[in-house]
């Protein structure tokens, strides 16, 4: 019987009550061992009837071992030992920004153990639990706390993962080098961090300004800036995210033509090799229909079959792929944890892909980042057709000693980038790094402030808890074109530029222009009301629109109004735009005497 009981501060005291039966006639236990996920244990006490029992630990990577010397010697067939074990650890409950984290470890498998019964204890002040996996037998409140109770079943396969609160927030401060080593000018673009279905995103700053922002097939967001020649530009992007621990995403669905390409091979992701499909098949083996039960299982392999190496992180890290993970399982970093999941769910047919970003650790012990010198992390998420896309980090289900990071993923991992149609691009913020040029160098050894300089925060991810709640505004600004005068009987054309001066995502919403006079021809080339989709355009960005239009004769001579209609009419919640225009025909017609 356990108890973890967290206070205030998050600290937990863990009560185990344990009954040793021997099972045997000729045998008795003079110690016990007891292995913890947890590297900051202190306080530790245990005691038979006998008295105080002889207590010893050591340091074994993320675990701690605590070793027992029992006082007495109970021999005989199904006698029993009853003793007590207590310690307390930081290492099970942390404050991250607006939400209490709580995470218990799961225990390891054993067929002697024959019952196995756990209570979490938590403060009410913690807020109301917003996740809790696996799902408590009972859930009571008393005395000003909240009492989770979990019994062997529930605990065999994972840990406890229990967040109390809702919503997270972060502030971020990105810099991107970009460098135009060519001859002539270049158009190129950075990746900023999206909207998802578990994150709001909004852009304070973007210095200098963008040529434009758009919005790829995965749902990146890319911000275009034309270079120069030779020409070295750093760019500064502030902001805020919120992170959720529901999606937002009532409906979600995948067309086909997405899912067919998040279940092929890329470079990384050998979904058809041999070894892959060989391993597969002994996952599945006896593997219900289901795609979720199939991801669970594939994601379980991951966990287990890998071991994270910490030691790769003092070299330049190389990405190895799936395969050479599944022949090298003992040197993993996120980034083998991720491709094997990816490459094993592909080659099952489960759409999936692979986000990079920043995840919020205080313990990098137990939940380790190893993607870039920025200290990023790489994670993957699976398609389900009844939740949509679902996040999930084996690395740190790994690391934490099971701790449950398959059915709920906490509010800290903020993606960056999301990569799915291709497995090298685009690169997240703290990936666009640029040497030191001659000139600074020679200015720099000039300077009798270097030693300082080089002592400076040169990270360019910058990425921080906030509690500052925001609520994202887009803006949508529309400029028409149209010739002034508009020659009667000549085709002409109308442009429609939309410009998204919010600081958020605008999403997706009809687009229909009119005229009272004039005839405006849609792509179909028939002479009626335009009707267009505007996509979604995130800050910063823009979209063009180009309409044909002509006048009925020659003779048309006129003022008339040009109207831009977005989102459904004014009922509806739409924005209606106008432009006044004059049609002049290009011979002045009039009647003359015979």
Sequence with gaps: DVLYDVNESGETLVTEKITLRNLTSQYFANQFKLTISAVEIFDIKASDPGGALDVTKEQKDTATVINIKFNSQVAGLGKTLPWTIAFKSKDFAEKVGKIWEVRVPKISPSTTLEGYNLTLSVPQSFGEPSLISPTPKNQTISGGKIFLTFDKERLLSSGISANFGSIQLFDFDLTYHLENKNLVPILTNIALPPDTAFQDVIYQWIDPKPLNVTVDDDGNYLA????????????????????????????????????????????????????????????????????????????????????????????????????????????????????????????????????????????????????????????????????????????????????????????????????????????????????????????????????????????????????????????????????????????????????NTGNTLHPSVPLAISADKILILNTGGSASQGGQKLGPIPAYGSAEFSFNIRTKSLRDSYNDQISVLLGGSASQGGQKFTKEVTIKPVILFQTVPL
């Design 224 to 499: 275009w800036f034309r270079l120069n020649r030779s020409q070295n530009l750093d760019v500064k992007v502030i902001g805020s995210s919120k992170l959720y621990t529901n999606s937002k995403v009532r409906n979600p669905a995948l067309n086909e033509t997405l899912r067919k390409k998040y279940t092929e091979a890329r470079k990384y992701w050998e979904k058809d090799n041999p070894q892959i499909m060989d391993t597969l098949n002994e996952i599945l083996k006896d593997a219900p229909e289901s795609s979720s039960e199939k991801a669970k299982l594939i994601f379980q392999f991951v966990v287990n079959y890998l071991k994270y190496d910490p030691e790769r992180l003092n070299e330049s890290i190389e990405r190895l792929g799936a395969v050479t993970a599944l022949n090298n399982p003992s040197s993993a970093v996120c980034m083998e944890f991720t491709d094997l999941f990816i490459a094993l769910s592909r080659a099952a047919g489960i759409p999936a892909r692979e986000l990079n970003g920043f995840a919020y650790t205080a313990n990098p012990a137990l939940r380790p980042l190893s993607l870039t010198k920025d200290i990023l992390h790489a994670w993957p998420e699976y398609w389900d057709d009844r939740r949509g896309w679902v996040m999930i980090d084996p690395t740190w289900q790994n690391t934490t000693g099971g701790v449950d990071y398959f059915n709920k993923l906490d509010l800290n991992h903020f993606t960056f980038i999301v990569k799915g149609l291709s497995s090298e691009e685009p690169i997240p913020a703290g990936s666009y790094k640029q040497s030191l040029r001659p000139n600074d160098l020679k200015q720099s050894l000039r300077s009798d402030d270097l030693k300082q300089s080089l002592r400076q925060d040169t990270r360019d991810v910058k990425v921080s808890l906030s509690e500052n709640d925001f609520l994202g505004k887009s803006q949508l600004d529309v400029q028409i074109e149209a010739g002034n005068p508009i020659l009667a009987g000549f085709p002409g054309k109308v442009r429609v530029k939309i410009t």
